[in-house]
C-alpha cells in the first residue's frame, strides 16, 4: 500500500467515532464533574473575596488620615476614621468572641504577618489541588 492510499484510509477511519454502548453515562459523568468543580472554583474565589476584602477594609480603616500641621477638617476626618476603625474592630472581636475564637487578636498582627498567615493558607489550597487533580488524572 503506498502512502497515497494510506493516508485516505486513516482519515477516513478517524473521521467517523464509533458509536460505544456507554457514552451517555461518561457524557453525565463528565458534566457532573464539570459543574462539581465549578461549584468548588466559586466557592474558593469568593471565600478568598470575602477574606481580600476583609483584609483591604482593615488596612484601609488603620490608615493615619489626620494631620499635625492644624487643619481642623483633617483632624475632624482623622478623629472620624479612628473613631470607625474602633467601632469595626469591637465588631469583629465580638463575632469572634460568638464563635469561640475570643483570643484571637487580629489588631495585633501587622499586614506583613497577615500577608504571610495568607500566602501559607493560598500554597496549602493550591497543594491540596494538586493533591485531587492527580487523584482524578
Do not use: C, H, Y
Not at 58 to 87: C, H, K, M
Amino acid at each position: 500500500m503506498s502512502a497515497d492510499e494510506f493516508d485516505p484510509d486513516i482519515e477516513r477511519l478517524f473521521a467517523r467515532a464509533p458509536a460505544l454502548p456507554d457514552a451517555a453515562l461518561f457524557t453525565a459523568q463528565v458534566e457532573r464533574r464539570l459543574q462539581k468543580g465549578s461549584a468548588v472554583r466559586g466557592l474558593a474565589l469568593g471565600v478568598a473575596g470575602i477574606i481580600g476584602g476583609v483584609v483591604a477594609v482593615r488596612e484601609t480603616l488603620t490608615v493615619n488620615i489626620g494631620s499635625d500641621d492644624g487643619v481642623v477638617a483633617g483632624e475632624a476626618l482623622g478623629q472620624g476614621v479612628r473613631s470607625v476603625s474602633f467601632n469595626a474592630q469591637t465588631a469583629i472581636q465580638s463575632g469572634l468572641d460568638q464563635f469561640g475564637l475570643g483570643s484571637l487578636e487580629l489588631g495585633s498582627m501587622s499586614g506583613m504577618q497577615m500577608f504571610w498567615i495568607m500566602a501559607g493558607a493560598l500554597i496549602a489550597v493550591a497543594a491540596a489541588g494538586v493533591v485531587r487533580l492527580s487523584q482524578e488524572v
